[in-house]
């Protein structure tokens, strides 16, 4: 908003175009007190301007003497008061609309982007768990081991479920955990990973027993051989 005062004198009261120069030298030598004879004018200025977008809106208020005068442009095209302000409106309903929707669009886009990191993250949290169990899997159906394995509730209970450990690894690692990922189904990698999370523990644990099992059990100079390179992780 800008406010602007103007403060003049009009000469016209006391003298015309043709005595200007009389007139110049009175008031240097006449010593008239006051401005005899003047008349001092009182005029003020408000104008309001508003660009909303890319209209611009201005309304202008002088008064002069008292006398006040509104004046209303919309890009510089004078207009009535209620076109004005129906048409002010309307461009500020709109504005707070499409500064509403930028809203939506940068929270929405946030939203969006930190699914995809957190289904990111998961799926390779998953793919090193899944990775692990199946060479867990793997060492424990060594064939020195088969016969002498060691099944326990807090470990392995039964063979079946250590194949079935195997083939869920090998098929969530083959397509259906990339899917997941593709999906940004992230309830379901969270609890995927919850489910396989203490599966290398589980496993790593049977294997130890089953080890230790066999080597009590063996008296087969080759296996005991081989159960000790297993032994030294080789």
């Given at each position: 908003?800008?406010?602007?005062?103007?403060?003049?004198i009009?000469?016209?009261g006391v003298?015309n175009?043709?005595?200007?120069?009389l007139?110049?030298?009175f008031?240097?030598?006449?010593?008239?007190?006051?401005?005899?004879?003047?008349?001092?004018?009182?005029?003020?200025?408000?104008?309001?301007?508003?660009?909303?977008?890319?209209?611009?809106?201005?309304?202008?208020?002088?008064?002069?003497?008292g006398?006040?005068?509104e004046?209303?442009?919309?890009?510089?095209?004078s207009?009535?008061?209620?076109?004005?302000?129906?048409?002010?409106?309307?461009?500020?309903?709109?504005?707070?609309?499409?500064?509403?929707?930028?809203?939506d669009?940068?929270?929405?886009?946030?939203?969006?982007?930190?699914?995809?990191?957190?289904?990111?993250v998961?799926?390779k949290?998953?793919?090193?768990?899944?990775?692990?169990?199946?060479?867990?899997?793997?060492r424990?159906?060594?064939?020195n081991?088969?016969q002498?394995y060691?099944?326990?509730?807090d470990?392995?209970?039964?063979?079946?479920?250590?194949?079935?450990?195997?083939?869920?690894?090998?098929?969530?690692?083959?397509?259906?955990l990339?899917?997941?990922?593709?999906?940004?189904d992230?309830?379901?990698?969270?609890?995927?990973?919850?489910?396989?999370?203490a599966?290398?523990?589980?496993?790593?644990?049977?294997?130890?027993?089953?080890?230790?099992?066999?080597?009590?059990?063996?008296?087969?100079?080759?296996?005991?051989?081989?159960?000790?390179?297993?032994?030294?992780?080789?």
């Open positions: 908003m800008i406010f602007r005062e103007f403060q003049y009009d000469w016209k003298m175009q043709k005595y200007l120069f007139g110049l030298f008031a240097c030598i006449g010593h008239m007190s006051s401005f005899q004879g003047h008349s001092m004018r009182h005029m003020s200025m408000m104008v309001d301007e508003e660009f909303i977008d890319g209209t611009e809106f201005s309304r202008t208020v002088k008064s002069d003497q006398k006040v005068e004046k209303f442009l919309i890009d510089g095209a207009v009535l008061k209620d076109e004005y302000y129906t048409r002010l409106e309307q461009a500020q309903v709109k504005q707070l609309r499409k500064d509403r929707e930028r809203v669009r940068r929270t929405r886009a946030r939203i969006a982007f930190a699914d995809q990191s957190h289904a990111l998961l799926e949290l998953a793919i090193k768990l899944l990775q692990d169990i199946s060479l867990q899997v793997e424990l159906q060594h064939d081991l088969k002498y060691v099944f326990k509730d470990t392995i209970q039964s063979l079946s479920e250590l194949l079935e450990m195997k083939h869920t690894a090998h098929k969530l690692l083959q397509s259906e990339r899917e997941l990922v593709e999906e940004h992230l309830l379901a990698l969270q609890d995927l990973v919850k489910k396989v999370d599966w290398p523990d589980r496993l790593e644990n049977c294997f130890k027993d089953t080890l230790n099992h066999a080597i009590k059990q063996s008296d087969d100079t080759a296996e005991l051989k081989e159960l000790l390179l297993m032994v030294s992780g080789e």
